[in-house]
């Protein structure tokens, strides 16, 4: 069984930054792609970006292109989210997943294997 854990969340003000981090424990990190969703108040959970197994290949959403960057580094078994100029409509639960699966937009719409708990990351103007 796969656990991640993700770590980083936080309040900052519009502008700001913050990296998020998920450190997977208990499978084979490098034959999963990554990737991050978010879940704000009253509305579904969105993709944000994932990134291919050997990192190679990145992809966003278009709300976030631009501003968040994805990386992961094996060695370690984390995926990061760096996070910039940060906007108040960012303000969410942010879960790292893992999935066997990546299409022609990364993750999403793709299965998801494992999810993390969340943690919430919120942005004030």
């Known amino acids: 069984q796969v656990q991640l854990e993700e770590s980083g969340g936080g309040s900052v003000q519009a502008g700001g930054s913050l990296r998020l981090s998920c450190t997977t424990s208990?499978?084979?990190?490098?034959?999963?792609?990554m990737g991050w969703f978010r879940q704000a108040p009253g509305k579904e959970r969105e993709f944000v970006g994932s990134?291919?197994?050997?990192?190679?290949?990145?992809a966003y959403a278009d709300s976030v292109k631009g501003r968040f960057t994805i990386s992961r580094d094996n060695a370690k078994n984390t995926v990061y989210l760096q996070m910039n100029n940060l906007k108040p409509e960012d303000t969410a639960v942010y879960y790292c997943?893992?999935?066997?699966?990546?299409?022609?937009?990364?993750?999403?719409?793709?299965?998801?294997?494992?999810w993390g708990q969340g943690t919430q990351v919120t942005i004030s103007s």
């Open positions: 997943a893992a999935s066997r699966f990546s299409g022609t937009r990364g993750m999403n719409r793709q299965p998801i294997d494992y």
């Open positions: 990134i291919s197994r050997g990192g190679a290949t990145t």
């Open positions: 208990g499978g084979t990190f490098n034959i999963y792609y």
